[in-house]
């Protein structure tokens, strides 16, 4: 800073005014400051100076999600970095691997940044490490999952609604044998898609068949054994529903394995890469990943602004999206036109 001064003809005094934005200098010399930083390529220690500016703020946040090579994930990231960016701030991210500790981890190390607010997504049934730091005042909107806990933002999609309308869309098929297949039944997203799944059964005057539900799996190498699996019973089922993008992928495999995706139908919750571009195209529930991570870091950046009212609960619909998967009637009939 003393030689951005010495080339400029100022105090370290103005230099530390232009390069916090602070006013007190004029135009001619806050031009001729920023082009001394420009020649000398000097870049304030923002850590230090988030200490001395007068809103204390970092012009950083954290994101915290689960598994940011999921493609759930880092979509959601992305949308969250492109509005963070219009507000020239930066986003520091990490995965917590759905383990309390890491979490725990993550959510200190961030503190210690003093990054100015978080949006995370919450590990499965573990949330005290997240209420402990939203009550020392740290900013936070939760993502995916609501909190157990009271004060807090969060922004989710229609688990238990859009799981019943697959449901729905299968019995109108023809399917009696609706399986289900989920992540770990400790996520609440499982939780409200297992409902929603329940509540399709009921509403079409299903039987709940238990040998034909598998939960708890944890990646597409689970999915793809418990959907075998489901195909060695007396009286597999005709259709799947599959409650998670990686647990779709685990199942499309067992199906192609045993050459029996033109002939049992499937629709999966959340989209993935080149869905559409299989034979048959995958059948999904698609979440508005996006508009998901544009109101979480609208709601973060109101809260980092000083907004005080009650906490927010945003719901932003998923949509069934068609591409034929879904569609297969019972015999492995074709899809209905029109």
């Known amino acids: 800073m003393r030689d951005v001064a010495a080339l400029a003809k100022v105090s370290t005094k103005t230099v530390s ?64 970095e492109d509005r963070a960016r219009q507000n020239d701030v930066l986003v520091l991210a990490g995965s917590s691997e759905d383990d309390p500790e890491l979490q725990r981890e993550l959510l200190t190390s961030l503190a210690t940044r003093r990054v100015d607010g978080m949006v995370v997504m919450a590990v499965g049934g573990h949330q005290d490490a997240l209420q402990q730091e939203r009550e020392r005042g740290t900013p936070m909107v939760l993502v995916d999952r609501p909190p157990t806990f009271h004060g807090t933002d969060s922004v989710t999609t229609t688990n238990r609604e859009s799981s019943r309308e697959a449901v729905l869309h299968l019995a109108a098929l023809g399917h009696r044998r609706i399986a289900f297949l989920g992540d770990r039944q400790t996520l ?63 199942a499309m495999r067992a199906l192609r394995d045993r050459h029996l995706h033109h002939s049992v139908a499937l629709i999966g919750f959340d989209d993935f890469p080149l869905a559409d571009m299989l034979e048959p195209g995958v059948t999904v529930l698609r979440q508005d990943v996006p508009a998901l991570g544009r109101k979480a870091a609208e709601l973060i950046f109101k809260r980092i602004e000083g907004d005080q009212s009650p906490p927010a609960h945003a719901v932003v619909p998923a949509t069934l999206v068609r591409r034929g998967s879904g569609e297969i009637a019972p015999g492995g009939r074709p899809p209905h036109s029109g």
């Open 17 to 80: 005014r232009v390069i916090n934005d602070l006013p007190g200098a004029g135009p001619e010399v806050v031009e001729r400051v920023r082009a001394a930083a420009r020649t000398l390529g000097y870049r304030p220690n923002l850590s230090a100076s988030s200490l001395r500016r007068s809103d204390r703020r970092s012009a950083t946040i954290g994101v915290l999600l689960e598994d940011l090579s999921n493609p759930f994930d880092s979509a959601l990231l992305r949308a969250v």
């Open 188 to 250: 609440w997203t499982s939780q409200e898609r297992y409902t929603g799944y329940l509540e399709g059964l009921a509403h079409t005057g299903l039987t709940l068949r238990e040998e034909l539900v598998r939960t708890d799996l944890h990646g597409p190498d689970a999915a793809e054994t418990a959907t075998a699996a489901l195909f060695d019973l007396a009286e597999p089922p005709t259709a799947l529903f599959t409650a998670q993008n990686l647990v779709t992928v685990g």
